[in-house]
């Protein structure tokens, strides 16, 4: 006599193996650290010009990199000062 096991996520979706299952929750989490980190640099305003930085995030197997632009290196220093605590 045999079973099948069934795995299934927050938002109610199959997967076939508690692997797949793991993966699709790191995915998740990763996803809404990159969107977090995002907002709070896109919520900076530099120092000395009062513009917003930009932010590049790149996702990959193991989390994310990012590299932010602003207007000068005050405006970069504070983005990265903001996000330091979120990321360490």
Known sequence: MGFE???RDN?????NSLESLVE???D???????????DI????RCPVHGQSPSISIRK???GFNYSINGCCDECVKEAEA???PYLS
């Open 11 to 15: 938002r109610g979706r199959k997967h």
């Open 28 to 38: 998740k989490l990763v996803d809404e650290a990159a969107r977090n980190v995002e």
């Open 41 to 44: 640099v896109r919520a900076q």
């Open 82 to 84: 903001a996000i330091a």
């Open 5 to 7: 096991m069934e795995f």
């Open 60 to 62: 990959g197997s193991d």
């Open 24 to 26: 699709a929750e790191k």
